[in-house]
């Protein structure tokens, strides 16, 4: 069964590439349109993990959900050693301490709301490798009284580089305080809303401005993203379950998550348009073959051959011809891939998003393996009906096409 429908496939090769081309045509596109969508989940999630969230970040127990309305109630007391303890945990590349607070800042004509953190520069330096100074320069472990600005605060206030500007705010004792700083460079991250209302200062001169010891989180920047969940459980272990909290950065990334969601609605249609497509495109070229042959499938009943056989053989014969074209179609939609991610594709800003970026084809192996099922599966369905309809032909009107 299986060498007689090999054979049938390359006796008639006309109809064979038309179909194979149907085929191949939709498995390529699967994946060609998959690893689209898996490098701009992949882009967006370090640019994400890499422009201020860190991949994971541990807080005072119940600051994550209260934190907003008394800040200064949820302060880690001695950072410093909490650091260390989990900087020995494996995969933990770099723990930040972070200060965060909210003020105004003012450039002696004006003034506008801020938030600001206090940080440590080497070590945000390490992890923000997709926060570009556009202005000036990052801040240094140097630096006393310097400050950076996003792009929209520095537009708001019209600020550059060498101008100074004070930040005034309420200290957790409630009195008011305020410092000079040296605006020495202008930022922007992934994020617009961010950008428009965010400043960054050394840690020192925030602890000395909020008059403070304490920070409010500890930010853990890990060797590999695929380590979260499993380093997040392990410090979970380790810290006190009613004194701290450890969040990652996907529950933490709420634009990722909303992003993600839509572009996997989008590809699921997507998917459905290009598996309904083969079906057509196989479905025809399925009927013109069985049609073509219906005399030969007539001789074949008439020597004693049960429509049972003559459905099966089709079967046999469409399946093989659908790995064939599945295993033709990975084949160009990889090479396909690898031509376009050599010369990459310019893409704009994501909505409320700054940079835009290169995209790539990133060949995953569930997209590859969902093209090969797709392909596969398609061709053996749209053979089907034709298949069972010749199979119940009566061998007298078979034989007629003769």
């Known amino acids: 069964m299986f060498k007689l429908a090999f054979r049938n496939i390359f006796r008639h090769r006309g109809r064979t590439l038309l179909t194979l081309g149907a085929i191949v045509l939709g498995v390529a596109s699967l994946i060609l349109t998959g690893g689209f969508v898996q490098d701009v989940f992949l882009q967006l999630r370090e640019a994400t993990i890499h422009s201020r969230l860190g991949h994971l970040q541990v807080y005072r127990q119940g600051y994550y959900e209260h934190g907003r309305r008394d800040p200064y109630a949820y302060l880690i007391k001695h950072p410093d050693q909490l650091a260390s303890r989990l900087e020995g945990v494996p995969h933990v590349q770099d723990v930040m301490e972070r200060l965060s607070f909210s003020g105004l800042l003012s450039n002696g004509r004006a003034n506008l709301p801020v938030v600001g953190e206090g940080v440590q520069p080497a070590k945000e330096a390490r992890l923000g490798g997709f926060v570009t100074m556009v202005k000036g320069r990052a801040l240094r472990q140097e630096d006393r009284e310097s400050i950076v600005l ?157 429509g049972f056989t003559v459905f099966r053989l089709l079967m046999v014969e469409f399946v093989l011809l659908g790995l064939l074209g599945s295993v033709l179609g990975v084949a160009v939609g990889a090479g396909l891939a690898e031509v376009i991610s050599a010369i990459g594709i310019p893409m704009p800003p994501p909505p409320n998003m700054n940079m835009g970026y290169v995209a790539q084809i990133r060949l995953q192996p569930q997209v590859v393996g969902l093209a090969f099922t797709v392909g596969a599966l398609a061709t053996a369905l749209a053979a089907i009906l034709p298949a069972r309809r010749v199979a119940h032909l009566p061998v007298v009107e078979a034989l007629r096409q003769n």
């Open 150 to 306: 996003g792009e929209g605060v520095a537009s708001a206030l019209k600020l550059k580089p060498g101008d100074y500007a004070t930040v005034l705010l309420n200290t957790p004792g409630g009195a008011l305080n305020s410092m000079d700083f040296k605006v020495v460079g202008v930022f922007q991250s992934i994020s617009r809303d961010y950008d428009a209302r965010a400043v960054r200062l050394p840690l020192k001169a925030a602890h000395e401005l909020v008059n403070t010891a304490g920070v409010h989180s500890l930010v853990i920047s890990l060797d590999a993203t695929r380590h979260t969940d499993a380093t997040a459980a392990r410090i979970t272990q380790l810290l006190p379950d009613q004194k701290y909290e450890v969040k990652t950065w996907r529950q933490l990334a709420g634009f990722y998550n909303k992003t993600v969601d839509l572009y996997r609605r989008q590809f699921l249609v997507l998917q459905v348009i290009i598996l309904v497509l083969v079906l057509l495109g196989v479905a025809n070229s399925v009927t013109i073959t069985v049609h073509d042959r219906t005399g030969e499938f007539g001789t074949l009943m008439a020597l004693g051959d049960p």
